[in-house]
C-alpha cells in the first residue's frame, strides 16, 4: 500500500498513550492499535477528525504517501 501511517510518530512527539489517546478520540483500543500499525484499509473522515483535534496536528502528519 502506497499509505504510510504515522500515528505513532506524531502520538510520540505529543508523548500520548493508546490508552489516553483512545479515550479521547472515543474509539476502542483495539480498532486505534489496529490504525496505529497500519492493519487497516482505511479510516473515516470523523475518525480522521477527532484524531487531529486531539492531537492538534493536521491529517498529513498522520498520513504519508510514498510511492
Given at each position: 500500500?502506497?499509505?504510510?501511517?504515522?500515528?505513532d510518530?506524531?502520538?510520540a512527539?505529543?508523548k500520548?498513550?493508546?490508552?489516553?489517546?483512545?479515550?479521547?478520540?472515543?474509539?476502542?483500543?483495539?480498532?486505534?492499535?489496529?490504525?496505529?500499525?497500519?492493519?487497516?484499509?482505511?479510516?473515516?473522515?470523523?475518525?480522521?477528525?477527532?484524531?487531529?483535534?486531539?492531537?492538534?496536528?493536521?491529517?498529513?502528519?498522520?498520513?504519508?504517501?510514498?510511492?
Amino acid at each position: 500500500m502506497s499509505i504510510i501511517l504515522r500515528l505513532d510518530r506524531v502520538m510520540a512527539d505529543r508523548k500520548m498513550s493508546l490508552n489516553e489517546l483512545s479515550e479521547l478520540v472515543g474509539i476502542s483500543n483495539v480498532n486505534l492499535s489496529n490504525l496505529k500499525t497500519g492493519k487497516v484499509k482505511g479510516v473515516r473522515f470523523s475518525t480522521l477528525d477527532k484524531i487531529c483535534e486531539v492531537l492538534n496536528c493536521q491529517p498529513g502528519d498522520i498520513l504519508e504517501y510514498e510511492k
